[in-house]
């Protein structure tokens, strides 16, 4: 009887846990992919600005250990942790809904941004703390996020659709508002959470400078350099693609392009899922990495030719293998590389250079390119991704040139 009750009590855990993912990444599905529509086609920002808003998020990542992290491993239980910042979050982001003045809400999101930051390390911490077996189950608690974030897009387009028939219910700042929405949704179910008291032996917020000898390592320098140049280029996607696919060049209608973009998330849990676990045994990380890295300029070669639009909309498609096929076994290649006593830091160190600084300086930077290619007459669009297709390429030749796949470095 007290092992059925534990099994059941595991399930449960197991449900909120998933449930926590689902609503997590759907608060960021809701606004991430199409706010730079909403700034540049409803509120009439420039790509700089627009840019500018979007690193601060990857900006907050790097301070957010010493925010909600030390909170929650020193003073109060994780779940209450993200239950404060998830309510705080939401009304917050509700009331920038209402906002149109640029210097207000670059300020209103920045304050969003240190508070939302925390909770993705938060979320993973309390699964992993609560999972019997993390590394088989944490997979199938993740992936609920990546439906999150699907669910999230499709039911902006829903209410998209809706308003154009009933002008009622149309909102200027809809996907905040949606994204304010689950925020409190999550905030008031984190108190259902499994109770993780804090975690007195947890690492320092720097904790990632202990793995920066590793960059002593010829071979895992280059690695760390590409992913950094990467991870810049990959933000021309997540801040430009939705005016692109909204722009006259491929004509998606401002109320669907949140549920074409969604095609990304989906061939995402279909590479991870399936693709990733063959190719991995089979050619190792170099060729499977090598793959990823090709994928990034076939897909913007696709955004510069721009025809037919079928072509644009379903190269969205790559993103799976751009993303999973880079970055998952980019970090799964660091956890084989790293000396069993730093892996935790080598993982802080690749996501401070990709999440943290490659995204921030990428946001800034495509939104820079986007400003500099728009003229009185309208975006370049073709100019504009024509910048990291030039890159990604030369990332890919860089990464078959000299990446040298290794089983652990040896560091002196």
């Known amino acids: 009887m007290k092992k059925e009750d534990e099994r059941e009590g595991l399930m449960s855990a197991k449900f909120r846990l998933s ?23 409803k509120l009439g920002f420039s790509g700089a600005q627009v840019g500018a808003i979007y690193s601060l998020l990857p900006l907050a990542t790097i301070l957010s250990p010493f925010i909600g992290g030390q909170l929650a491993d020193r003073y109060f239980p994780t779940q209450k942790v993200i239950a404060f910042l998830q309510l705080f979050g939401g009304g917050l982001l509700i009331y920038t809904s209402t906002v149109t003045h640029y210097p207000t809400l670059m300020g209103l999101m920045l304050f969003y941004s240190l508070l939302y930051a925390p909770t993705l390390a938060l979320t993973n911490s309390i699964a992993f703390i609560n999972l019997e077996n993390s590394e088989k189950e944490f997979g199938i608690i993740r992936v609920w996020g990546t439906i999150g974030w699907i669910v999230a897009g499709l039911s902006l387009a829903g209410w998209r659709y809706l308003g154009e028939a009933l002008p009622s219910f149309t909102y200027r700042g809809d996907t ?39 960059l002593r390592d010829k071979n895992f320098l280059i690695f760390i350099i590409i992913s950094f140049v990467v991870a810049t280029e990959l933000q021309f996607y997540y801040v430009l693609t939705a005016p ?36 991995l045994p089979r050619y190792g990380i170099k060729k499977t ?46 956890d084989e590389v790293a000396p069993r006593d730093i892996r935790a830091s080598a993982q802080s160190l690749i996501a401070i250079v990709v999440l943290g600084l490659g995204s921030f300086l990428g946001s800034l930077f495509s939104g820079w390119i986007q400003t500099v290619f728009t003229t009185e007459a309208g975006t370049n669009w ?11 390429i030369l990332c890919a030749l860089a990464f078959v040139a000299f990446f040298r796949e290794k089983k652990k470095l040896e560091l002196t």
């Open 19 to 41: 449930v926590m993912m689902f609503l997590q990444y759907a608060i960021w599905g809701a606004w991430a992919p199409v706010l730079s529509d909403y700034l540049i086609n």
């Open 176 to 214: 905040l508002l949606l994204a304010g929405l689950f925020s409190l949704i999550m905030g008031i179910f984190s108190f259902k959470l499994p109770h993780t008291p804090p975690q007195k032996d947890a690492p320092k917020p720097w904790a990632f400078l202990e793995a920066v000898k590793m």
């Open 244 to 279: 692109y696919l909204t722009s006259k060049v491929i004509g998606v209608s401002s109320s669907a392009v949140s549920g074409v973009m969604v095609i990304a998330q989906i061939a995402e849990i279909f590479v991870m899922a399936l693709l990733l676990p063959y190719f």
């Open 289 to 334: 990495m090598v793959i990823g890295v090709l994928a990034w300029p076939i897909r913007y070669i696709i955004f510069v030719i721009a025809y037919p639009a079928w072509l644009v909309i379903a190269s969205l498609a790559l993103h799976g293998f751009c993303y999973v096929f880079f970055f998952t076994a980019a970090f799964i290649y660091v």
């Open 382 to 392: 073709r100019g504009v991704f024509s910048i990291p297709a030039v890159l990604t």
